[in-house]
């Protein structure tokens, strides 16, 4: 029987960084898209009290970029499990498995931070904070784009930039 090593804290290679801020940066045209159609892009600005399209899309695109480092480290440790199934082992190389991961991430960031994590930290910040479980349709929708679109990109994007090397 054959195992694979395990590579523990190895350092990230110039190709999964420029992978990852290339998909973060295409996802974040996205999210910002989706923001934009609900109505939703200026209460990103809001958030941090400040004002203006430029704040609005340097916010998106500088959470974007924060959001697909921990999705790609998923990936990435997927592809390395032992015991990880078939179809998310082989998720870095295909782009709608990788999307469907990606989908299921949007989900979880939206659980995780504006449902949950954006009422507990405006509650410790301000006297009025919104309901728990905070339901912001709007982030929903543009995270689970931001999630499929990330996960689609990431394959091909990683395979262009290795090609290219």
Do not use: K
Not at 7 to 33: C, E, K, N, Y
Not at 48 to 77: I, K, M, Q
Not at 140 to 150: H, I, N, Q, R, S
């Amino acid at each position: 029987m054959a195992y694979r090593r395990s590579r523990r804290g190895g350092v990230l290679s110039p190709v999964t960084v420029l992978t990852t801020v290339t998909a973060a940066l295409i996802a974040g045209v996205a999210l910002g898209g989706v923001l934009h159609v609900t109505g939703n892009l200026r209460t990103v600005a809001a958030v941090y009290g400040l004002e203006g399209v430029v704040n609005e899309w340097t916010l998106v695109f500088g959470h974007s970029v924060l959001a697909a480092g921990p999705f790609v480290a998923l990936v990435n440790r997927l592809r390395m499990g032992r015991r990880v199934p078939r179809p998310l082992a082989e998720s870095y190389r295909n782009s709608f498995l990788c999307a469907c991961l990606g989908t299921a991430y949007g989900v979880v960031l939206w659980v995780a931070v504006i449902a949950y994590g954006a009422p507990f930290a405006f509650g410790l910040v301000t006297a009025n904070a919104p309901p728990v479980p905070y339901r912001h349709w709007g982030a929903f929708y543009a995270l689970l784009v931001f999630g499929a679109v990330c996960g689609a990109w990431y394959p091909l994007l990683r395979e262009f930039f290795e090609d290219r090397q």
